[in-house]
Each structure stands twice: as structure tokens, then as C-alpha cells.
């Protein structure tokens, strides 16, 4: 007599939802600007999402939603199943400017997080000395900002933002700044980290093929104002991937072929024609 198995199978969780989410700005006597119309997103637990639109659609402001920065007019924001309620403390926030000190040394700025959440200093400089070695930084721990260079600072960061071990990280054109090489270079980085223990990842970028490289669905947003998401597409590359490797594969430029189609129309609203 065979025996179904007793233990289910691990189910995905919810980890980032919003639910009609509406965001507006204004001052007081004067007409808001309604930047994000209704919109409704999730993320699971283990499932990397990026967003793509055009410049001044909302992408930062939706992550900003995200993470707690700032309350919408109307809508939820869950997190884990729970209403977000002021800062998101589940999240890590990489944004892309540096967010370094420069009169710290880099092993002082990883290790600034734990520190400032009580750990002993010992002990925080001990796990950052781990962490900059995870991003290939264990030679340059005594280094100031100013004598690395802009791919090892955004290293730096991401050791910042993985020390404390955050269940969300939510990334904001994270490699913005950086060369074409360089962001391949910090993509693999990013993708390997990632493997370790599949965060939920929320990826804002202007890059199209980026996105696609990295993720696991890739969302569009319309031009603003109110903007939406409307469009969500299923990556369905095979992982590990290489962040450049991959962009040779025929499946690549299948779904690249896709998506640019929607996001055009969207990108041409804001520019004009001659920017298309």
C-alpha cells in the first residue's frame, strides 16, 4: 500500500501587495498632482519583480510606497499579509545615489547598520568584515569612498543593505551611474547574493534589458500622470543565468521584442516621436 506524503510542499507567500494603491501630491489650496492611479501589484517572497517606464512615470514613487516613505491617498500597502503601518522594517532600501559616508572607512560603513541596532562593535565589524568579502571587497575594508571606484562603492551599499539581513530589498536604478561593463559585472553580483536565500526583490530601472536579465516578471508602468501597471511579464529564462551571457539567447529577444512593444507607446507619450 503506498502513503501520500504527510508534509505539504512549501507555499510562496505574499511578501510586498499593493491593493488599489492611488498616490497624489499637493499643497494645501491647490490641485494634486495624482502621480499613481489604482494600482495593484504583488510580489512573492522568493520572486524577483523589476519595473520599467518611462522617466517621471512613478516607478520610485511606488517603491517609495513600498517602503514606507510615504502614504498613499488611497489603497493598501501589505506587507507579509500585514498593513504597512509608517516605515517598512522587513526592507532593505538601495537607492541610487551612495548612500557611503565619506569620512568612513568602508568596513566602518557595512558595519554602521548593526551597530546602530545595538550590536557590539566587535561583532558588527567581524560580519562586515564577511559581508565585504561576499561582494569581493576584502582587500579594500580600510579604503575611504573617495579611493574606491563607483562599481566598489555600489558594492559597498549592497553590503549595507544585506548585513541586516532584510526579508524585502528594494532597489532604486541601483546601477544607474555605472558603466554598461560595470553594471553586468554588479548584475552577476546582485543574481548570485540573491540565490543565496531568494529575497523578494523589487527592482526599478530604466533599462529594458536589464530588467529582463535579472528578473523573474517584469512590469510596465504607464507614462504619468496616473500612472498604471499595464503590463506583467512572465521571465521565463532558465536560472543561474549570466547577466550578459543571457542576452545572447534567442528567448531574450523573444520577450525583449514583447515587452519594448508596450513599453513604446508609453515612452514615445512622454518624449515624443523623435525619442522613439
Known amino acids: 500500500m503506498e502513503f501520500a506524503d504527510a508534509t505539504p510542499a512549501a507555499e510562496e507567500r505574499t511578501a510586498i501587495r499593493l491593493d488599489g494603491v492611488r498616490i497624489a501630491f499637493g499643497q494645501k489650496g491647490q490641485p494634486a498632482y495624482e502621480a499613481v492611479d ?6 512573492d517572497e522568493s520572486e524577483f519583480v523589476s ?12 517603491l517609495n510606497a513600498v517602503a514606507g516613505l510615504l502614504k498613499p491617498a488611497a489603497g493598501r500597502v501589505e506587507i507579509f499579509g500585514r498593513p504597512l503601518a509608517g516605515l517598512c522594517r522587513e526592507a532593505g532600501y538601495l537607492f541610487q545615489q551612495d548612500a557611503v559616508m565619506p ?6 560603513n557595512v558595519a554602521l547598520g548593526l551597530e546602530i541596532a545595538g550590536r557590539p562593535r566587535a561583532e558588527a565589524l567581524d560580519e562586515a568584515r564577511l559581508w565585504l568579502a561576499r561582494v569581493g571587497l576584502a582587500r579594500f575594508a580600510e579604503r575611504y569612498p573617495h579611493q574606491l571606484s563607483g562599481g566598489q562603492r555600489k558594492r559597498v551599499g549592497l553590503a549595507q543593505v544585506l548585513i541586516r539581513h532584510p526579508k524585502i530589498l528594494l532597489m532604486d536604478e541601483p546601477f544607474g551611474p555605472l558603466d554598461a561593463q560595470t553594471r553586468q559585472i554588479m548584475g552577476n553580483l546582485l543574481l548570485d547574493l540573491w540565490a543565496a536565500d531568494r529575497k523578494a526583490v523589487l527592482f526599478v530601472t530604466h533599462d529594458l534589458e536589464e530588467a529582463i536579465a535579472l ?19 512572465t521571465i521565463d529564462l532558465a536560472r ?3 547577466a550578459a551571457e543571457i542576452r ?3 528567448r531574450f529577444h523573444e520577450l525583449h521584442r514583447a515587452i519594448w512593444s508596450e513599453l513604446r507607446a508609453e515612452v514615445v507619450k512622454t518624449y515624443g516621436e523623435d525619442a522613439a
Not at 216 to 232: C, N
Open 38 to 43: 489604482a494600482t495593484s501589484v504583488s510580489v
Open 248 to 250: 545572447l539567447d534567442p
Open 215 to 233: 528578473s523573474d516578471r517584469v512590469l510596465i508602468m504607464s507614462a504619468g500622470p496616473k500612472a498604471r501597471i499595464i503590463g506583467d511579464h
Open 51 to 62: 519595473i520599467v517606464g518611462p522617466t517621471g512615470c512613478g516607478k520610485s514613487t511606488l
Open 103 to 108: 569620512w568612513k572607512t568602508a568596513l566602518d
Open 240 to 242: 543561474p543565468r549570466d
